[in-house]
């Protein structure tokens, strides 16, 4: 089975952190790019940073520059979004997605995480 479980989602104060994962299942993350996306109620899904496996190199939205770290640990098949300085603009369903190539653009995508939600409220 080919499966992506994200967690980590929550809700929490302006200027608080959460740090989101995704783990693989019946695939090897090493392989794949692996893309952070975001979902608002009204708001079209937009990426949020992606990581290529097999290098390493990384992305990230404007709006997610300065602020937000993803990585990965082969070992596990997991990889992380470390959210910092987080604003109420920062609410959504985060999702994970597996992808051939590097890419901000979600239809170029494969496979999906049933998503997490982050609510950044005070």
């Known amino acids: 089975q080919l499966q992506l479980v994200e967690s980590g989602g929550g809700k929490v104060q302006p200027g608080g952190s959460l740090r989101l994962s995704c783990t693989a299942s019946?695939?090897?993350?090493?392989?794949?790019?692996i893309g952070w996306f975001r979902q608002a109620p009204g708001r079209e899904r937009e990426g949020v940073s992606w990581?290529?496996?097999?290098?390493?190199?990384?992305d990230y939205a404007d709006s997610a520059k300065g602020r937000f770290t993803i990585s990965k640990n082969n070992a596990k098949n997991t990889v992380y979004l470390q959210m910092n300085s987080l604003k109420p603009e920062d609410t959504a369903v985060y999702y994970c997605?597996?992808?051939?190539?590097?890419?901000?653009?979600?239809?170029?995508?494969?496979?999906w995480g049933q998503g997490t939600q982050v609510t950044v409220s005070s």
């Open positions: 997605a597996v992808g051939p190539y590097s890419t901000m653009t979600w239809p170029d995508y494969e496979i």
């Open positions: 019946g695939l090897s993350l090493n392989q794949y790019v």
């Open positions: 990581i290529n496996g097999n290098a390493g190199v990384t």
